[in-house]
């Protein structure tokens, strides 16, 4: 009862400050259940939502109330601001990509002018809830100062201030021994940032993150040769067989990649009011090697994730983009191979050459040129929402392509199916969609004028004689639909969507387009970490010692197994999310008996290399990698490789 007597105290030392701390209590409370969506599914997790913002709030009423009697009401309101500004920036945050802030993504700032479209369009009338308690507050302190006019402080001593430290402690235990229950191993296991958050709230979580920061900053200091070698070993025993059968079928053709913004596979062979979404992509599947059973495994970096995936076949960070926080490390990318073999390597993407950092990130994996939106001609009626319309951006590329020297490898990255989704009227070949998401609805009028610019785009090769050497090789870059849509996802489907579903839902297309070569649609569980080994072996390039994490997906022994960044993964049989077990053939979760057999043989690899790239990342590895060094040296000397109309970046 100790605790009764101390509120009641807190109550009569300052009550003004109690009043205003009690309503930023309640808010945040308002707020996780409505803006962050977290559920509550027992007595435990309600405790556990109810007291996780405490300790902090205490602590900080506490320190306020050692300081100056009249500074007191100051520091207490701007204290309470700053909790609103990270209670609503979050919120706005979760509402497009169900995540919350991380201080590297606060790094992207640079980012921020392009995103205005996009945050404009989740910000609702609604947030300006976000400022009751402030309006009720001033209410209540208007009418006591009328009534009793000054108001009247106590200054606590920092002595004073024990029972508060104490009562912070108790709240914490009891908060994380009963986060311990619902989730063992918590803050050790993987970063799945939606439970963090869940069980030891938004203002701890923040707390945690900042902690990570600085830890991961000291992890490149203490790196040594001896984890990559450990890794290396990893990556030895786990190694596939090739299998020759389509070993160099596109050997010294171009290779095309366009990374398809927001597409994802529901929309593949799917209508919408009776009409075909993709009309292009399905006839175009028929004739190629697709793959459908194929997910993205972005995190925070969105398109820079997908795009770091591809060429390097590591795993995106769990906090940030790497693009971002890690563009000065050494890399053995995609192009550079590429380059080694003779290849021209470009990207295309017509947008500022500074988004997401590519123009520094781009050296260092050893692209020749980024064609930026400085290398297009955009005008007003050729633009929409981010920038260029995808079909002129197609056309120019092809005129860029042109120019190139050959073979080339090159990426060319859409950009008018981006959130939130913009189109003019005469670029909508079909009709919007009629649920309660104006997000869904937008989507599958973008999603088919993307399509008709990919067929632009390869009519446009067979005129310039570029499509029979080339091979075509499209993916989604990352989900377009977050499950904040999930209402109006399931009328789409006409399904619940379960944990299972949301999973299956981060399923892109891959459509890999050979000229000449047969088409097969194939169910391997395959994702973007396996694009890259699987493009050395269809141009039949063969690299030793690449410390990668994808497979070859044509090969025999390949392990069926996709891993995404917050430690879900998906085999033939199972999906394994948020610690839940589920069967593909029943969509249910298994008992746990059958988890054991069905998911547990994973779990430790999951992990293992999930933690493995990081270290690769975090600890610069690849620096170590010194045999590399030798063997690229080694090649450009005897094969004395001169990449003509070669323009090195920022040269
Ligand atoms: C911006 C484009 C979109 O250049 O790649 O980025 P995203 O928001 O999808 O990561
Ligand atoms: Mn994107």
Known sequence: MRFIRFIKNLIKVNPIIFV???????????????????????????????????????????????????????????????????????????REFTDYITIPLLLVGGNAADLSSSIIELVQWRDILYLTDFAVFFGVLYFIKKKRGELTFSQLSFRQLTPYLATVLVIGIVNLSFANIERPQLLTRSFDRELIV???????????????????????????????????????EEKETVNRDLFGVAKGKNVILISAESLQNFVIGSTVNGE?????????????????????????????????????????????????THPSNEYYALPEIMNENGYYTASLHANNGSFWNRNIMYDQFGYDRFYTVEDYEVTEEDSVGWGMKDIPFMEQSVEHLLDMPQPFYTKLITLTNHFPFELDEEDSYIDQFDSNSRTLNRYFPTVRYMDEAIRVFFD?????????????????????????????????????????VEAQLQQVPLIIHIPGVEGETLSTVSGQIDLRPTLLHLLGIQVDNQVIFGK???????KELVIFRDGTFITEDAIYTSGVCYSKETEEPVDEEEKEALCGPYLEEVQQQLSYSDRIIYGDLLRFDTSREEISDEIRKNENIEIQGNKRLGE
């Open 20 to 94: 205003l701390f009690f309503f930023l209590w309640m808010k945040t409370i308002i707020v996780s259940l409505v803006d962050y969506s977290i559920t509550i599914d027992n007595w435990r997790q309600l405790i556990i939502m109810v007291l996780n913002p405490l300790p902090t709030f205490i602590l900080a009423a506490g320190l306020i109330m050692t300081r100056k009697k009249p500074r007191q009401l100051t520091y207490a309101v701007v204290f309470a601001v700053f909790a609103t500004i990270i209670l609503y920036a979050n919120g706005v945050y979760h």
């Open 198 to 236: 869940k069980n030891i709230g938004i203002y701890n979580f923040h707390l945690y993150d900042t902690y990570l920061h600085a830890t991961s900053r000291a992890q490149r200091v203490f790196a040594s040769e001896e984890e990559l070698l450990e890794i290396n070993e990893y990556i030895e």
């Open 276 to 324: 075909e979404i993709t009309p292009f992509l399905n006839e175009l599947i028929g004739d190629s090697i697709y793959f459908e059973e194929f997910y993205h495994q972005t995190a925070q970096g969105k398109t820079s994730d997908s795009e770091f995936i591809v060429d390097n076949s590591l795993y995106p960070l769990a906090r940030g983009a790497v693009f971002f």
């Open 460 to 500: 446009e090769l067979k005129e310039n004689g570029l499509y029979e050497d080339s091979m075509i090789v499209i993916y989604g870059d990352h989900y377009g639909i977050s499950s904040n849509h999930n209402k109006a996802m399931s009328y789409y489907l006409d399904k619940e969507i379960t944990p299972f």
């Open 552 to 558: 070859d997906l044509f090969s025999e022994d390949r």
